[in-house]
């Protein structure tokens, strides 16, 4: 089945640098990528996603790039502020068993210092 | 845009106790529901698929005898955890996917609020 890494486990930048984490894939029929944030008790909410049939997505300070012959995509937040700390998850959608599945990455600790 | 809910937000219960929850897609229809679980400090891991007007599908691992589903109507999924123990304490939240191209080829989801079980 599908299996999503993700990393760095925990990420702590300064306020106004740049963030990225990291996701690999292991199935290449994976078709859709999207990134969660989520604070403490509450549901993830996307923050942006990228379709296999594009490289690269851009949402204000808020970036995806996906390599398809690496199975790896990105997330690229840049000027960052004390309200991106929170928890980011990756994910890939993978149609297996007659349904759409959603595997999720281990999870990232964002930490943005002022 | 889709919205998802879920009732009860928490609950605690005693152990060897039977916890319902309810997952409703508020303005719109969704044949396929998700089940996931969150301990905490940890991911999310898919339990089941719920599907309206079949049985649910269950991932490895996963005891359906443990955790009933039933998808009664194109807006309702419900999970009971049945004779709750306290390593079933957890974050449990549901998710639907949108209609159209978004949801059906590439599984856009929405998210409910998610439930939190405590089990004593």
């Known amino acids: 089945g599908e299996n999503v890494e993700q990393h760095p486990s925990t990420l702590s930048v300064q306020e106004g640098d740049s963030a990225v984490i990291k996701c690999t894939y292991s199935?290449?029929?994976?078709?859709?990528f999207p990134w969660y944030k989520q604070e403490l008790g509450k549901r993830p909410q996307l923050i942006i996603d990228i379709r296999s049939n594009v490289g690269e997505k851009k949402d204000q300070r808020i970036a995806v790039t996906l390599n398809k012959t690496a199975k790896h995509f990105s997330l690229h937040i840049t000027e960052t502020q004390p309200e991106d700390s929170a928890v980011y998850f990756c994910a890939a959608s993978l149609f297996s068993g007659g349904y759409n599945k959603l595997i999720f990455g281990a999870g990232t600790r964002l930490a943005v210092h002022p | 845009g889709a919205v998802v809910s879920q009732h009860p937000s928490w609950v605690i219960c005693k152990s060897g106790t039977s916890v319902k929850i309810e997952c409703r897609s508020l303005?719109?229809?969704?044949?396929?529901m998700f089940w996931y679980r969150q301990f905490p400090k940890q991911s999310l891991m898919l339990m089941a698929t719920?599907?309206?007007?079949?049985?649910?599908?269950?991932e490895q691992g996963v005891e359906k005898d443990k955790f009933l589903i039933n998808h009664a109507s194109l807006t309702l999924s419900t999970l009971t955890v049945t004779s709750a123990h306290p390593e079933d304490s957890s974050f449990y939240i549901c998710?639907?996917?949108?209609?159209?191209?978004?949801?059906?080829?590439?599984?856009?989801?929405?998210f409910g609020p998610g439930t939190r079980l405590t089990v004593l």
């Open positions: 303005d719109f229809q969704a044949t396929t």
């Open positions: 199935d290449s029929a994976s078709n859709y």
């Open positions: 998710s639907a996917p949108g209609g159209g191209l978004a949801g059906i080829i590439y599984n856009e989801q929405f």
């Open positions: 719920s599907n309206e007007g079949s049985k649910a599908t269950y």
